[in-house]
């Protein structure tokens, strides 16, 4: 795949995150326009939070996640999402956010270690996600 069609699935990937955080409340929520790499994360207008967004066929979570922790801003809930193939509902995304930040009174779905960035990692859905971070602002 050319580096242009790679940007252009990306894009759409974080146009379609976009689109879900709004009909979920975050009507604030806008992609960054002309990331250099020193942006916080993909998506823009969602109080201390940073998302970063994949849409590759091929999993790197651990280079990803180490990305993301890099880009986070101190204090923000860092969040990575990476889009399923075949799979339209943006809610049913894998997502994965540090389990420092998983601050619920169920137990996470999947916890898995990350030699690379030294912290355990919370693998769920965007979805959930989103309950989670909506639960949070309700409080």
Known sequence: MTGKASRDRGARAERAVVTYLIDHGFTDARRHQGADGRAPG??????????EVKHRRSSSFPSWREQL???????????????????????????????????????PPVVKDCPRTGERWVRTTFADVIDLLTDKENQ
Do not use: F, H, N, S
Request: charged share 25%; hydrophobic share 40%; glycine share 10%.
């Open 42 to 51: 993909d998506i823009m207008g969602v109080p201390d939070i940073c998302i």
């Open 69 to 107: 922790l890099a880009e986070c801003p101190p204090g923000d809930i860092a969040v990575l999402v990476r889009k399923v193939d075949g799979t339209t509902d943006v809610g049913q995304w894998t997502a994965e956010m540090p389990l420092r930040d998983y601050r619920r009174g169920t137990a």
